[in-house]
């Protein structure tokens, strides 16, 4: 009687894995295989059937006595080699030295702990706000007080002084004052211009250096002269009053000091700008204001070294 239950069938046949889907071992030994077949026919057609057999049983041979370093042999050594080495970013990146930021550029002019005038301070803010200056160093000479204040390029007060300035009053030099004999100046003639000046290095007739403000004017910048004892003008920077330094023919008579540390060593050797502010007209007039509408005008400029052969005693 046939049975009721069906025949036992055969299991599935086992799956052969593909390359595709195998594993690493397996792919990796699926091209170590590859690689040699195509080998073997290379070998073969080149040097033909009898000496390519020959050929294949000794690399198989060699093959077998040395064999090839397995992945993991060959990652241990590597690690063993590299054990104690600093990382590799270490060796490679060199260290790059962060630099503080620049100080953002000013807007207004530095004085530091000085504590000019309210007209000396109003001018040189007016420098600094316009970068009138450029990148010139600057000078600014408040006529009322007999002060003189030297700036850095950017606007930071490096020093201030007393100076000495024309005996007249007034904000305009007399024209063709330059080639008058200083015996022949008027008391009213010995101004010191105001307005803005681009100074220029020069020498006096004893070849001692000055700062041109104004060639033709013979409006210049000097150490402070000695050679009237009457006029008493080393005194009269040493008083700490305004009322009495107001003595030469015009120039600008500066302390020796004073001369020798802060204007010859930048003003002396490359131009600046100079702003000698009015007395009698207003800041307007001078410095906002011009023939052309433009920016102020500038004086006059020397056109060699030389100078008025009386110069020393202005």
């Not at 009898?50 to 241990?76: E, K």
């Not at 024309?166 to 022949?184: E, H, L, Q, T």
């Not at 007739?205 to 013979?218: E, G, K, Q």
Request: net charge positive; aromatic share 6%; proline share 12%.
């Amino acid at each position: 009687m046939p049975s009721s239950y069906p025949e036992p069938q055969a299991p599935w046949p086992p799956r052969t894995r593909s390359p595709a889907n195998a594993g690493p071992a397996v792919v990796e030994g699926f091209r170590e295989r590859l690689v040699r077949r195509l080998r073997d026919l290379l070998i073969m057609g080149v040097v033909g059937p009898a000496l390519g057999v020959c050929a294949i049983m000794a690399i198989h041979v060699a093959t077998a006595r040395h064999p090839a370093p397995s992945t993991a042999a060959v990652d241990a050594g590597k690690r063993t080699a590299t054990a104690g080495l600093p990382p590799l970013a270490t060796v490679l990146v060199p260290t790059i030295p962060v630099l503080p930021p620049e100080p953002p550029p000013l807007t207004v002019a530095d004085f530091g702990a000085v504590k000019p005038t309210l007209a000396a301070r109003q001018m040189a803010d007016w420098v600094v706000a316009r970068h009138d200056n450029g990148k010139l160093p600057f000078m600014v000479l408040d006529k009322r007080d007999a002060r003189l204040y030297v700036f850095q390029p950017n606007g930071e007060l490096v020093e201030d002084a007393p100076v000495l300035l024309g005996a007249a009053r007034g904000d305009d030099s007399f024209p063709g004052i330059g080639n008058v004999p200083i015996s022949k100046v008027k008391a009213s003639q010995r101004t010191t211009a105001a307005g803005r000046f681009l100074t220029q290095p020069g020498l006096d007739i004893d070849r001692s250096d000055v700062v041109w403000l104004d060639y033709d004017a013979a409006l210049a910048m000097h150490r402070v002269i000695n050679k009237v004892r009457a006029e008493r003008r080393p005194e009269r920077l040493a008083s700490p009053s305004p009322d009495d330094n107001r003595i030469s023919f015009g120039c600008i008579n500066i302390p020796v000091d004073f001369f020798d540390r802060r204007i010859s060593p930048v003003f002396g050797k490359q131009r600046g700008v100079a702003y000698v502010l009015p007395e009698v007209k207003t800041f307007a007039q001078v410095f906002e204001q011009s023939p052309g509408g433009g920016s102020p005008m500038m004086a006059t400029l020397a056109p060699d070294a030389s100078a008025p052969v009386d110069i020393g005693n202005r």
